[in-house]
């Protein structure tokens, strides 16, 4: 869950995992650990048409759930430092 400092979302202030509620660490606008941010905008063909979902997840609630996939998450290495 994502709390802005303005109306227009501009300056992110907090973050709060939606999993376990902990404040994940962020400094000037900038998020400073491991996160994880679903934003799913969900179609015709599903039964929340319309609905816009999004989520955080602080990097231990995101490794806990992943582990519980049948099959595992793709992973690729980044060129971009994020
Ligand atoms: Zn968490």
Do not use: T, W
């Not at 994940?24 to 039964?47: A, D, P, Q, R």
């Not at 595992?72 to 430092?81: D, K």
């Amino acid at each position: 869950m994502r709390i802005y400092s303005d109306e227009m979302k501009n300056e992110l202030q907090h973050v709060k995992c939606n999993a376990c509620g902990r404040n994940i660490l962020v400094e000037n606008g900038i998020v400073k650990e491991g996160l994880c941010s679903c934003l799913e905008k969900f179609g015709y063909f599903s039964n929340k048409d319309g609905q816009i979902h999004r989520f955080d997840l602080c990097e231990s609630c995101y490794d806990e759930i992943i582990k519980k996939f049948n099959i595992p998450v793709e992973i690729e290495e980044s060129n971009e430092i994020v």
